[in-house]
């Protein structure tokens, strides 16, 4: 059974860093893009950031490029998100996602953990 | 990337049929065919429901559908029931300005 689970929520101060990590199982990491997408509270979805199977290609939503880095680690089967300079703005909760076929078909999530960003 | 544009709210009884519409520009809906539709419940993480503008994953009921027509793409439910009742948001590849995804803004379905 495809499983994904995210941690590394929780509360830190505007212009602060925290790095979200998702574990996952049950299927053949190194072979899938992956994704992580946020939801604001009672707000709608958000992409943030891709990575390519093998790791060498990125991409980033404008939001959060040159603040966010997306990397994993193939042989640990797990995703990260390096998250630096938050701003209120990035309070959500985070979820990562499996691209089903390379081609945005988010067919897997996490539970999602969440970020809030105050002072 | 701006989001898509989507209706806030849709309402049908039940067995009727509705459609969400998604739309945006030749620079995403209009230019690709990396388009999805999913389908999510209070408290709960978003599902999957169609892929690549009209294929259905395994396990997705026949009654949700999708297609695309110039810069809009659309979610049509038929048969609806009180289960349907959630967000639906779309999502496309763009290239607006670099490689990415973009989301819409999601539709509340209310089934009365």
């Known amino acids: 059974e495809v499983h994904l689970e995210e941690s590394g929520g929780g509360s830190v101060q505007p212009g602060g860093s925290q790095r979200l990590s998702c574990e996952v199982t049950?299927?053949?990491?190194?072979?899938?893009?992956m994704n992580w997408v946020r939801q604001a509270p009672g707000k709608g979805l958000e992409w943030v950031a891709n990575?390519?199977?093998?790791?060498?290609?990125?991409y980033y939503g404008d939001s959060v490029k040159g603040r966010f880095t997306i990397s994993r680690d193939n042989a640990k089967n797990s995703l990260s998100l390096q998250m630096n300079s938050l701003r209120a703005e990035d309070t959500a909760l985070y979820y990562c996602?499996?691209?089903?076929?390379?081609?945005?078909?988010?067919?897997?999530w996490g539970q999602g953990t969440l970020v809030t960003v105050s002072s | 990337q701006s989001a898509l544009t989507q209706p806030a709210s849709v309402s049908g009884s039940p067995g009727q049929s509705i459609t969400i519409s998604c739309t945006g520009t030749?620079?995403?809906?209009?230019?690709?065919?990396?388009i999805s539709w999913y389908q999510q419940h209070p408290g709960k993480a978003p599902k999957l429901l169609i892929y690549?503008?009209?294929n259905r994953p395994s396990g997705v009921s026949d009654r949700f559908s999708g297609s695309k027509s110039g810069n809009t793409a659309s979610l049509s439910i038929s048969g609806l029931q009180a289960e349907d009742e959630a967000d639906y948001f779309c999502?496309?590849?763009?290239?607006?300005?670099?490689?990415?995804?973009?989301f819409g803004a999601g539709t509340k379905v209310t089934v009365l």
């Open positions: 690549d503008v009209r």
């Open positions: 996602a499996r691209d089903y076929n390379a081609s945005g078909s988010l067919d897997s």
């Open positions: 999502n496309s590849f763009t290239t607006s300005i670099t490689p990415a995804y973009v």
């Open positions: 030749s620079s995403d809906i209009g230019g690709y065919d990396s």
């Open positions: 990575i390519k199977p093998d790791g060498s290609e990125t």
């Open positions: 049950g299927f053949t990491f190194s072979n899938y893009w």
